[in-house]
């Protein structure tokens, strides 16, 4: 198995470390392409227009400790677009998907070695991660995952909550039948000093959620079916 380079979709900034950071850290090099970047969203109160760049140098730590490096779409999240991010029945933004296609498609094409793919599952049914699941659901993204090595990662921490979420996904049921699903339990020390980089975003109940009650990141072996099944009950229900 090559567990040398893994490529990780991340609908916003702090997902890759918030799912699966520990994970990534056994990689000799990873790379978080971040797609809905743009944000007034903090648990700080950092000024709306500071927001994206005291995100960014958030990124910036985890690079200098772990040696992530950090990509960025430039697409604006739900917060900016108007958009309740518990809303789960909107109708896909088909403009949207397509920027989002084309922009993980042409950051792919320019990775020269071989790697491993970490794709959302999209655990409580966020528009954006929804919308970086379904990146893979058509077109060229799809094919990749027929020769591309691929998990599908359990976002956090709607993966652990994931009982209240009512509009229960097919995509979800799918992998439940038929994908295993791998725990890697995690030092909650180690966790919680990766997680204390994401200030901004993560209040101190949040990280104690996050590591602490929660002791593992999850992930699951699965086929590229799962992003057929996914399509399937999202947009216009
Ligand atoms: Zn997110």
């Known amino acids: 198995m090559n567990k040398e380079f893994a490529v990780v979709i991340s609908p916003h900034i702090d997902d890759a470390a918030i799912s699966i950071g520990e994970i990534l850290r056994g990689y000799d090099k990873v790379l978080v392409l ?3 970047n743009k944000s007034i969203e903090t648990v700080t109160g950092v000024s709306k227009k500071d927001v994206n760049n005291h995100r960014i140098l958030e990124d910036k730590k985890i690079a200098q400790q772990y040696g992530f490096e950090f990509k960025y779409a430039n697409l604006p999240d739900t917060s900016l677009r108007g958009i309740d991010w518990n809303n789960h029945n909107l ?5 949207l998907l397509t920027q989002v296609q084309e922009w993980i498609k042409s950051e792919l094409d320019q990775v020269e070695a071989d790697f491993r793919i ?5 655990y409580g049914l966020h528009p954006d991660h929804c919308l970086a699941t ?3 659901s058509t077109g060229p993204l799809l094919y990749y995952l027929k020769w591309i090595p691929f998990f599908v990662y359990c976002d956090q921490p709607y993966f652990l909550n994931r009982k209240i979420i009512k509009d229960k996904h097919e995509g979800h049921s799918a992998l439940e039948e038929s994908g295993t699903l791998i725990a890697v339990p995690f030092s909650v020390v180690e966790k919680r000093i ?4 994401y200030k901004s975003q993560l209040s101190p109940e949040r990280v104690k959620l996050l590591a602490g009650k929660n002791k593992a990141e999850y992930y699951w072996i699965t086929s590229h079916k799962f992003f057929k099944f996914f399509t399937k009950n999202l947009g216009g229900k």
């Open 91 to 95: 109708p896909i933004d088909q403009e």
């Open 194 to 197: 990766m997680l204390s980089a």
């Open 134 to 136: 379904l990146t893979f």
């Open 118 to 122: 970490f794709i959302p599952a999209s």
């Open 34 to 36: 971040n797609v809905f």
